[in-house]
């Protein structure tokens, strides 16, 4: 069987289960599932950072079948996030994860206007958050003016959107900015990525990194390197700027070297302690997209090591890591949000499925452009 065949094979399965999730949550938006559930995260807390990721989900799925359904329920999540623009202090660096899913994959495949505006005004939330001294966007609140983390690398695509939506190249430019801020002083040398990086809010000296969600300073969290590869070669995508696929590539090869050790599965942190053993199959799908994209911008020849890579992974998800019973929610087991929360090691967790979603489409040549 070849890799189409397998994928179309899985995205059946997937429609399956999907179907039937959304039959049990209407119009909730899921985030964690605790024992085989979904709960609502937009009554806890509508302005919390995965709030789209079921949305985009949907969309991908509704341009992959023309399921009525998909389309119906992500732009009835999408009106609900409208209350987060209201309650604008619970709103951080995340606003392109919340509505590039949502408004933003709305506007490109309906042309719906107010999309357009819900999708322009999250950009503009983003800009503000630029320090124009230190060349970043700021990531958190609280206290952390000068704080930046490598999340913040697929939350900039809302920014390259909003300059070709609105012919605005400002957006471009923080955006640009803010990535060789990133690629400058959170990349290491060898291809790894500090979860945090401390800048001095005054001029953009860095002070610091931090461990944050990974085992600590120093470390490899795992999905922090995945955001870093996804982000960068998107960055690339839309700047064209060799920089950024360069750097791509590269945290790409050291994450490929440490997976193969693990059956392509990685662990939470690639320089944590070997026991306990933590897994992150979150960090595993956000990589396989990451890699199919880096595949669309290289020669011929480097294609294979990035493909490969990325179908490895995704058949070791399938093979270990799902569950396929429409009784339950969630498909994708075994996601480890952070190294040191215990209560949440190894769960199914909505982004999981995003990206693995995300990257069986793209396996199939019918994914659409969120970022």
């Not at 970043?136 to 697929?154: E, T």
């Not at 909003?162 to 291809?191: C, S, T, W, Y």
């Not at 396929?324 to 040191?340: C, M």
Request: overall charge negative.
């Amino acid at each position: 069987m070849d890799n189409q065949q397998w994928a179309t094979q899985v995205l059946s399965k997937i429609e399956l289960k999907v179907d039937q999730e959304l039959q049990r949550l209407g119009n909730q938006i899921p985030y964690m599932a605790v024992d085989g559930r979904y709960t609502d995260m937009g009554v806890k807390d509508i302005t919390w950072w995965t709030n789209g990721f079921w949305s985009g989900i949907l969309w991908q799925l509704y341009h992959a079948t023309g399921k009525p359904i998909y389309k119906e329920t992500a732009q009835k999540n999408e009106e609900r996030l409208d209350q987060a623009f209201l309650d604008f202090k619970g709103l951080h660096h995340d606003v392109g994860f919340m509505w590039l899913h949502t408004a933003v994959a709305n506007y490109r495949l309906t042309q719906n206007p107010k999309s357009l505006q819900r999708g322009l005004h999250a950009a503009e939330l983003l800009a503000g958050r630029y320090n124009p001294r230190g060349q970043f966007i700021r990531s958190w609140n609280r206290d952390r003016a000068g704080w930046v983390i490598i999340d913040s690398m697929l939350n900039i695509p809302l920014l390259y959107w909003a300059q070709e939506a609105l012919d605005d190249p400002r957006f471009g430019f923080i955006a640009e900015d803010h990535a060789d801020k990133v690629m400058n002083n959170i990349v290491r040398a060898d291809g790894s990525v500090a979860h945090i990086g401390v800048f001095d809010p005054q001029d953009g000296t860095l002070l610091e990194t931090l461990g944050g969600q990974g085992y600590g300073v120093g470390s490899s969290w795992s999905r922090g390197q995945a955001w870093a590869i996804y982000g960068f070669a998107l960055s690339y995508r839309h700047t064209h700027k060799a920089a950024y696929l360069d750097t791509a590539k590269k945290v790409a090869n050291y994450f490929i070297a440490n997976i193969q050790k693990t059956g392509y599965i990685p662990v939470s942190d690639f320089r944590a302690p070997q026991t306990p053993v933590k897994v992150d199959t979150s960090a595993a799908t956000c990589a396989a997209c990451g890699f199919l994209e880096i595949a669309r911008h290289v020669p011929e020849n480097e294609r294979p090591l990035y493909e490969e890579a990325a179908v490895n992974i995704l058949k070791a998800i399938v093979e270990k890591h799902v569950v396929w019973r429409t009784e339950t929610d969630g498909i994708v087991l075994d996601a480890t949000p952070a190294y040191h929360e215990e209560e949440t090691v190894q769960t199914p967790i909505i982004y999981s499925d995003y990206y693995f979603i995300e990257a069986i489409l793209r396996l199939l040549n019918q994914d659409f452009l969120i970022w």
